[in-house]
């Protein structure tokens, strides 16, 4: 039970005929300066229930309430400042992290139901950039979220395999290309020629018409072009698991958009028993006046469908295999009108699961202030950024600790894991700029600095020859120790807001302030002193190096045990 709920019901033990349990919870505060107490309750509240001054009240609440849980009540003005017992809090929450470990936190909120997770989802011989970094990661990291609460994550990357950018793909091939080019450097060959198309089209215009016609073949089956669209498929899939190995990111499904090529016409079907198919301009739509949006446009006047056919006929089938209790769409905050639309024609069509469909919108990566884009071939390939950014940990690591024995894994982990904390760190709807020598710092708010914190935790075990036991009673009162406390305590909480709000950013900050709260009892405190309180020193250095341990992994991190 957290420092709020037990003064909540001290509190609640003395009004209970006049306030609610969930009021006093609403109610209480967090000082700001821990000389101000743990929680504070403003007495304002009850002026009107005992028509009284908040002051009056705030002193006649202290002398009632059971103050055997707490060290001090103080009155100050109107509010009711309580300290903590520190001895028992601490005693209570070291015990239950030694016992419950790495589970400290789980929760079974999720009944085992499945969660499908649409993330990543590149396209097709074009290179994974800096740009799908944001939503490989922060998928990642909800799916770990939501698995510790109970649930089953389905992680799905729905890749951008269809559509006439592969009538581009095959003119530019045919016109420039080689297939000893694509073999060699598939991804690099292909988003050259990508590139080109789009030079020479700007000159000669009618290359746009020769690529629709190419992709029109493709749609109806012509062979040549299905074997040249297979074949950049996989040449670009091997290309893109070689990154997501180096990220340690798995998949559960990579259905993208041909997959659903012939599921359409059930969505066709639907749409027309319902008689919500009407002709605008010869082309067909779903009017959604009443939801405030534009029409949906579900067929073009050639008969050609649109990213919205395919996504109802990605939903409807997501809902038919995996039976969701929730559907997240991992995308970029420019495409939050699609998913309106899209929830919208479901809702029309009488599926309420719709409301289980949610859009986890995210901002941008710039580089100096300024989006990236492919088609201009603006692009930072974020292989290049991971092997950067491992080079830059292996250098520090060598400089701080030469003799360690497996150099090149840890720096592996350290630098892919200062690239994926770098994103979490930021709240999801926030752009950020990515310097890349900022990202890897051993110092400050980043991903280095709190792995070298659990490292220098497993460190101070080692030499005090640290074994927990749930047997033993661990407590400690000092003012030091309290401020970890507090952190440990607040842990279970965090994930329950990380998860409620689809942000991992919650976990990194509570990582970061983890590590600063340990760091500073390190400066401060003699740790491995020898006296009657030492090994309650190193059962809260142990507790705190678990849940920066798990803090981590939510993230997707690896949290080194030397570094």
């Known amino acids: 039970m957290n420092n709020k709920h037990i003064v909540a019901e001290a509190i609640f033990a003395v009004v209970k005929d006049d306030l609610a349990l969930e009021q006093i919870l609403q109610l209480l505060e967090n ?4 000389d101000h107490g743990d929680v504070a309750f403003p007495a304002f509240s009850l002026a009107k229930v005992f028509r009284k001054a908040p002051q009056q009240i705030a002193a006649e609440l202290a002398e009632k309430i059971d103050q055997s849980a707490f060290e001090k009540i103080e ?10 017992n520190k001895e028992a809090v601490s005693g209570a929450v070291i015990k239950e992290i030694v016992a419950q470990k790495n589970h400290y936190g789980d929760a079974s909120i999720g009944n085992n139901s499945n969660v ?31 698995e510790k609460i109970g649930y089953q994550p389905v992680k799905i990357n729905h890749l951008g395999d269809w559509g006439t950018q592969f009538g581009k793909l095959i003119v530019a091939y045919k016109k420039w290309g080689s297939e000893e080019a694509v073999k060699k450097e598939p991804i690099t060959e292909l988003l050259r020629l ?27 089956g012509d062979e040549e072009s299905m074997q040249l669209w297979q074949w950049f498929r ?42 919500l198919l009407e002709e605008n301009n010869g082309a067909e739509i779903v009017d959604l006046t009443a939801y405030d949006l534009n029409p949906a446009l579900i067929r073009k006047s050639d008969g050609a469908t649109l990213y919205i056919t395919r996504d109802l006929a990605a939903a409807l089938y ?10 997240l769409y991992v995308v970029g905050n420019e495409q939050s009108n699609h998913f309106k639309q899209l929830k919208a024609v479901l809702k029309e069509l ?14 941008l990566i710039t580089q100096g202030g300024k989006k990236l884009s492919t088609r201009k071939g603006k692009i930072v390939l974020l292989e290049e950024v991971l092997n950067e950014a491992v080079q830059s940990a292996e250098r520090q690591i060598s400089e701080k600790n030469p003799n360690l024995e497996n150099r090149e894994e840890v720096a592996k982990q350290v630098g892919i894991g200062a690239v994926i904390f770098h994103d979490l760190k930021n709240d999801r709807l926030n752009n950020f700029d990515f310097v890349l020598d900022e990202v890897v710092r051993f110092e400050g708010e980043t991903g280095p600095y709190v792995q070298y914190t659990h490292a220098r935790a497993m460190s101070i075990l080692r030499k005090g020859s640290f074994t927990p036991n749930e047997a033993m009673n661990y407590s400690l009162n000092d003012k030091e120790s309290w401020e970890i406390v507090k952190m440990l305590q607040k842990f279970p909480e965090t994930v329950m807001q990380a998860a409620e709000k689809y942000e991992p950013s ?18 401060h405190v003699k740790i491995l002193a020898d006296d009657e309180q030492k090994e309650s020193r190193l059962a809260l250095v142990y507790a705190m190096a678990v849940l920066l341990k798990e803090d981590l992994r939510l993230l997707g991190l690896h949290a080194p045990d030397e570094m």
């Open 350 to 363: 009488g599926f309420e699961w719709s409301d289980d469909m949610h859009h986890i919108p995210f901002g």
């Open 75 to 84: 009155v100050v003005g109107p509010y009711l400042n309580f300290f903590m």
């Open 506 to 523: 919650v976990i990194a900050k509570h990582a970061i302030q983890l590590a600063q709260a340990f760091n500073k009892y390190y400066a």
């Open 31 to 34: 000082p700001k300066s821990s």
């Open 116 to 146: 499908t997770i649409d993330m990543s989802s590149p396209n097709i011989a074009k290179p994974i950039s800096m740009g799908h970094l944001r939503s490989t990661v922060i998928g990642n990291s909800i799916a770990f979220i939501l």
């Open 318 to 327: 997501r809902k038919k295999t995996y039976n969701f209790a929730q559907s």
């Open 234 to 275: 996989d040449e670009s899939l091997q290309e893109f698991n070689k990154i997501y190995d180096m990220l340690e990111v798995s998949f559960d499904s990579f259905n993208g958009e041909a997959f659903f090529n012939d599921k359409m016409d059930e969505v066709i079907t639907l749409l027309e028993e319902k008689h």
């Open 194 to 220: 990508y590139v080109q198309f789009h030079e020479e089209a700007e000159e000669t215009p009618e290359l746009e018409d020769e690529a629709r016609a190419w992709f029109k073949k493709l749609e109806e």
